[in-house]
């Protein structure tokens, strides 16, 4: 079902919000990335990585640039300083025209004027999941399963903020589903092979 899904582009919004939680894999803490459209609350990209460095903030990105058309106007992210040098490396290789990114990085949650809260709430809903689970056996689980759950949230979960529709009906990607939303998308992904 990713793969079915990953081919579809979302019509997003001018903001993306970049963040990392710590997850537990085989009881060692590992970083679990994730890129949020704000108009949409479209999830665009996610990555798992053992550090938080510049090469694993890049990582991050590079995913959401395959995932899209178009670059975000501002991308914004909390004070981690891996993520300026990141955004620099991977918008400054492209067409200055094509990808001019404002990196906003936003001093705390509570800040009025830019914050990055839509992403900070997606992982309060993440964790919610990955509390029951206690952990994940490995790095591949850890991925498969946030890969996954990027599926479900973007296109099985209804949204209060978006009046009851999945951030893929907001993207603009009618898949027109049946009420059985997870049977119908399973179908419709078996029938792509």
């Not at 609350?41 to 996610?46: D, K, Q, T």
Request: with cysteine.
């Amino acid at each position: 079902m990713n793969n079915y899904v990953n081919q579809f582009k979302p019509e997003l919004s001018e903001a993306w919000h970049l963040d990392e939680q710590n997850i537990k894999v085989k009881g060692k803490w590992l970083w679990s990335w994730n890129c949020l459209d704000e108009g949409t609350r479209f999830m665009i990209a996610n990555a798992i990585t053992e550090k938080r460095n510049v090469n694993d903030a890049r990582q991050v990105l590079q995913n959401a640039l395959n995932n899209v058309e178009d670059a975000p106007e501002f991308l914004i992210t909390d004070g981690l300083r891996a993520y300026e040098k990141a955004v620099k490396k991977e918008f400054g290789t492209r067409s200055r025209e094509e990808f001019a990114v404002k990196h906003v990085r936003a001093k705390s949650l509570r800040e009025r004027r830019q914050n990055n809260n839509l992403i900070e709430r997606f992982h309060e809903t993440f964790r919610e999941r990955d509390k029951v689970m206690r952990g994940f056996k490995s790095k591949v689980s850890a991925k498969e399963l946030t890969e996954g759950f990027r599926t479900y949230y973007n296109f099985i979960r209804p949204h209060q903020a978006l009046n009851g529709l999945t951030p893929s009906q907001v993207a603009n990607i009618q898949l027109n589903l049946d009420r059985n939303k997870w049977l119908s998308l399973l179908k419709r992904s078996l029938k792509s092979r």
